[in-house]
């Protein structure tokens, strides 16, 4: 209860049980006397501090001794108390910090806290130096003090933080805010007898002094307010907010601020029908003469109209929008109320035609109806866009608006707003939408799709490039694929003898191509402007996107990843239940048939175009895997024997692999060893998928190239120097068995990136800094993508690898399922029966003796002998773990292979 009302800042009820009780509660009655002005009380609490207090506390003591001294104006000069309770504090704290672990993490933010607290002791001491009689009256000391006030003021509270930390800072605060007060109006009462007409100048300097502290008071409580209401505690923010009508003068803009506050605290969700008519009240009671600027009225103003839309006037709502904007049309929060009320109005009647049981036309009727509302939306978005400059607001105007667009009609009404007033947002704004925006070039809002894509190209070409050029192959090699099928139909057509009621009469141009030509046109369109705009750069990124074709994988790399899927389809197979009782004859299933027989027709295909010096080696194990997968005999479809011989031929490919595992880029790609940064201005790979301020570019490719095994695929990692002489390791991984799954993987780590921004500004996530580890991924072709790496990433196969290596005797990577079909073939010799007690004790034995359930925390141990660095380590994968939990579930996700989860070491 008493964490609880320190939360809520209640320092008087808490002050008064400290004094009934303070002899148990002596910190509880030291922090409520001084934040309550209790001097008295803090001082006989102080004198006995050293035997009352904690240990660890002598820092905390040390400072509230400053804060008595100051406000019973000892000295505060170089040499005085004051200084030395400051030195005194700040060398305790460091004390305390080195007893700390060397890895900063939430056990650090209480002396991270306390540093600003002591920072502002220190700051302090120049006030009240300047607050002297023998320097107030010079102008040097205000400007000293306005200084001081300042540098406060640009310290403002993040989400995150402790709100009972920030009481603190303002508490002090508001006690040198009514000091400052308070000694400019006694320098004003003491001049006020006089008549000289130079004193009388001096009076009203100084009653304008005097003003300075009820100014920053202001803004300290509304600054205090907006924090409490971001955290759901409507109740302080409000209470601190009606402080404000306590002092004589508050400027205009801190006004407007205070009101806005208080509007937002009545709405604060979930608001009840009288939370809304309180806010009305608000507003109704506010005096919009006296606000000098037009945009505080519009601010005021559409708030008001939000309200009317919350209570359900929507006429009064509609006027008081239309005055707002009229008031003030450089408003974002005007403009993007009113879009999200038009928003609102069309989205309830489209839920409601999806509601009801009616025919798809007269749904489509219903949304002509109401797509006024739809382009009145989209209209006000883009002006809030065009004014907005918080990046997370207009990420969610825009996608609204892509989203409304997908109800435009065949007269495009939608499409033709977006097109008049697109231009009013900034190019960056439109960069995380590039896939979307190509996405569209195949509906009917393609025009205005193109526009944008044009727009963004001629700024940040390189942004644009990658993904329309893998758009326009994709779409080419669909097309080519189309029409050799329909070619191929067609003298499959003709073959047919007349009569023949299979022949039928086959069009010249399939259907398929009319939704596949216009959006290739759309993508040459643009590759030609880009071409046009930027032939340097284009013609460097093309070369540099050729001469990484030639990292394509070696013919062994791509036998090996069949075989494993080969691996994966066999186990898959004899895992399922009714294949258990019968485990040593069970033959392959004719998939698995069909793909190993795949695999032969592979290596016939590699021998037969083969010109390089291993083409006597590949004839070698063309013949030898023939031999091995004869399928002539029934025994040699037998599941277990199909499997035994699949993984003899992995190790063997792995070692052939394992022996190429390093070359240089000067005898793959010619080009990429000359390229610098002075050959053209190309920036890192992926780097405008998080839109910056600054882009780091390609100072050169370092010369070594690594093929290794990750993400269950062959990848060649190469390394690029940046700009900013940091090193970035990337995989050039073929994706080409699995193009499809590769683009939603694509859009999946969009939208993870996106999720990461909005969690930094949630309170809870942020605090505990929970983010999705989101890498960057670029498609430079259909069938190949680079993706950013991390050379210390180690998979938990590899730690379960590693487990098997370091065992005492070695064990094979595949001993447990060994174990699994060993046993059940010995049951199935011994006519046992296969029931659960048998399986529960065979998986017994397994985590017992073969893979026992410590196996990734025997590696942390290994890996993090340190205390710190293992409990950091157990925190941060745990936190990782639930995120991807939720993921999964939210998302709908395939749950993750350990091939498929990495560690960062």
Not at 358 to 370: G, H
């Amino acid at each position: 209860w008493i964490e609880c009302t320190r939360q809520c800042s209640q320092w008087n009820i808490l002050g008064e049980i400290a004094k009934v009780k303070g002899s148990q509660h002596p910190s509880l009655l030291l922090d409520s006397s001084w934040r309550t002005g209790d001097w008295n009380t803090m001082k006989d609490v102080l004198s006995q501090a050293d035997k009352i207090m904690a240990d660890g506390s002598s820092h905390l003591v040390s400072l509230y001794r400053g804060y008595l001294a100051l406000q019973q104006d000892e000295d505060s000069g170089p040499e005085g108390p004051v200084e030395l309770y400051w030195k005194q504090a700040t060398t305790n704290a460091l004390r305390q910090w080195r007893k700390l672990p060397r890895i900063v993490s939430n056990i650090h933010v209480p002396l991270l806290q306390f540093a600003q607290q002591a920072t502002e002791l220190h700051e302090s001491q120049s006030i009240q130096r300047n607050l002297l009689p023998n320097r107030v009256a010079q102008n040097g000391s205000k400007i000293d003090i306005k200084a001081t006030l300042k540098a406060w003021k640009n310290r403002p509270p993040v989400v995150s933080d402790d709100i009972a930390h920030w009481n603190d800072i303002f508490s002090w605060r508001q006690h040198y805010h009514q000091k400052i007060t308070e000694v400019y109006s006694t320098l004003e009462t003491g001049q006020s007898g006089l008549t000289d007409p130079s004193t009388e100048h001096q009076i009203a300097l100084t009653q304008q002094n005097a003003l300075i502290g009820h100014q920053a008071s202001a803004a300290t409580m509304i600054t205090y307010a907006s924090l409490a209401r971001k955290h759901g505690l409507s109740a302080i923010a409000q209470e601190w907010l009606a402080r404000v009508h306590t002092l004589p003068s508050v400027p205009m803009p801190d006004c407007h601020k205070k009101l806005k506050e208080q509007i937002k605290a009545h709405l604060l969700p979930p608001a009840s029908q009288q939370d809304i008519l309180a806010a009305l009240d608000v507003i109704e009671g506010i005096n919009m003469r006296i606000m000098s600027k037009p945009e505080h009225k519009s601010d005021i103003l559409s708030h008001k109209a939000h309200i009317f839309a919350m209570l359900g006037r929507s006429e009064e709502a509609m006027k008081s929008f239309s005055e707002a904007i009229q008031t003030s049309d450089n408003v974002p929060g005007a403009w993007a109320l009113w879009g999200q009320y038009c928003d609102e109005l069309f989205q309830n009647e489209v839920d409601k035609a999806s509601q009801e049981k009616i025919s798809p036309m007269d749904r489509c009727n219903i949304y002509k109806t109401n797509l006024c509302h739809a382009e009145s939306a989209i209209a006000c978005y883009l002006q809030a866009c065009s004014k907005q400059k918080d990046d997370t607001k207009v990420r969610k105007y825009i996608s609204r608006i892509l989203w409304l667009l997908t109800f435009d009609t065949m007269d495009e009404s939608l499409s033709k707003c977006l097109e008049k007033l697109y231009t009013c947002v900034a190019t960056d704004k439109w960069l995380e939408w590039v896939p979307q925006l190509l996405a569209g070039l195949g509906s009917k809002e393609a025009q205005v799709f193109h526009a944008i894509l044009q727009t963004i190209g001629r700024v940040h070409p390189q942004a644009l490039y990658f993904p329309i050029r893998n758009v326009y192959l994709t779409v080419r090699g669909e097309y080519t694929e189309i029409m050799a099928r329909h070619k191929s139909l067609i003298e499959f057509n003709k073959s047919l003898p007349d009569g023949d009621p299979a022949k039928k009469e086959i069009p010249d141009q399939p259907q398929e191509l009319q939704r596949k030509r216009p959006r290739m046109a759309w993508c040459t369109k643009l590759l030609n402007v880009l071409r046009e705009l930027h032939p340097t750069m284009l013609s460097a990124l093309e070369s540099i996107i050729e001469t990484l074709g030639y990292m394509k994988d070696a013919w062994y790399d791509e036998v090996l990843h069949k075989l494993y899927t080969a691996i994966h389809m066999c186990e898959r197979e004899a895992f399922e239940i009714d294949h258990r009782q019968d485990v040593l004859n069970v033959k392959i299933s004719p998939q698995i048939y069909k793909y190993i027989t795949g695999i032969m027709n592979h290596l016939n295909t590699v021998t037969a175009n083969s010109r390089s010096r291993d083409a006597s080696k590949q004839t070698t194990i063309k013949q030898r895997f023939e031999a091995d997968f004869d399928f002539s005999n029934n025994q040699g479809k037998k599941l277990h024997k199909v499997l035994k011989t699949l993984k003899c031929w992995v190790k063997m490919l792995d070692k052939t692999q394992s022996s190429n595992s390093k070359s240089y880029i000067e005898e793959r790609c010619s080009f990429l060893s000359k390229f610098c940064s002075s050959s053209a201005d190309v920036y890192l790979i992926g780097e405008y998928l998080n839109p910056k301020a600054h882009y780091v570019k390609i100072s050169r490719f370092l010369p070594k190239i690594e093929t290794i095994r990750k993400h269950s695929l062959a990848a060649r990692r190469l390394f690029i120097r940046g700009s900013n002489g940091k090193v970035y390791p990337y995989l050039m991984v073929n994706t080409s068995s699995h193009v499809k799954r590769a683009r939603s993987e694509e859009r999946l780590l969009q939208l993870m990136r996106m999720f990461n921004k909005s969690l930094v500004l949630r309170k809870e996530s942020s605090r505990r800094n929970l983010q999705w580890c989101v890498p960057k991924v670029v498609a430079v072709a259909p069938g190949s993508r680079l993706i950013e790496d991390n050379v210390s990433n180690i998979s938990i196969l590899e730690v379960y690898k590693w487990y098997c290596k370091n065992r005492t005797p070695e064990m094979e990577v595949d001993a447990p399922i060994a174990y699994y079909y060993e046993q059940l073939g010995h049951m199935q010799n011994d006519g046992s029966v296969l029931n659960r007690i048998a399986l529960n004790n065979i998986y017994h034995y397994i985590q017992t003796n073969i893979l026992p359930p410590t196996v990734l925390l025997d590696w942390a141990k290994k890996t993090y002998p340190d205390p710190t660095m293992f409990w950091n380590f157990r925190q941060q994968i745990t936190r990782q773990t639930a995120l991807d939990c939720l993921a999964q579930f939210a998302l709908f996700l395939s749950s993750l292979k350990p091939e498929h989860i990495y560690i960062t070491q």
